[in-house]
């Protein structure tokens, strides 16, 4: 893995972290009151630390499985940890969804081309992929720091449910 793969990593992993202090302090400083972003952006920044410290750079294929696995669990503990507490979903959980829906897609792909394909050269979608992973998780970021739907992704929803 290059130099600045790993020094971005660590950006990321540092902003998952500190989206949860924010919203920690402010939980306890009654500046903002939602649970919903306290919930996920902590179970965020664990995932993501465990994720990131977890494994090893061994620069195989497989690693884009246990990705995938994290980002399931990821989904599966934020949604009930919500469940449990009877806390609705806040702006920032729906992109946290969304976000590694996509991810774990493109893990999904990762790991097909370079497994199954046996494809070993860098190629447009492996760019694809280095693209998209980092901008959704900074937006991810974004959106567990602000909570705002700056995409317009509620839009989306709401134009399903009218259907």
Same mark, same amino acid.
């Given at each position: ?36 972003? +306290?919930? !996920? ?59 590694? !829906? ?11 081309? !370079? ?12 760019? +694809?992929? !280095? ?33």
């Amino acid at each position: 893995m290059s130099s600045f793969a790993l020094h971005f990593d660590t950006i990321i992993l540092i902003g998952m972290g500190l989206s949860f202090l924010l919203n920690l302090f402010f939980y306890v400083s009654n500046i903002n009151k939602q649970v919903s972003l +306290l919930i !996920t952006s902590g179970v965020m920044a664990v995932s993501y630390f465990t994720s990131n410290h977890l494994f090893l750079m061994d620069n195989t294929s497989w690693v884009y499985l246990d990705w995938i696995m994290y980002d399931i669990v990821t989904i599966l503990i934020i949604y009930a940890f919500h469940k449990v507490k009877s806390v609705e979903f806040s702006t920032a959980a729906y992109y946290v969804f969304f976000g590694l !829906t996509i991810n774990t897609l493109l893990f999904a792909g990762m790991l097909f081309d !370079t497994i199954a394909l046996d494809e070993k050269e860098p190629w447009f979608f492996w760019y +694809l992929y !280095t693209f998209t992973v980092n901008t959704v998780d900074i937006i991810m970021i974004s959106v567990l720091i602000l909570n705002r739907d700056f995409l317009l992704l509620k839009r989306l929803k709401f134009l399903y449910k009218n259907e």
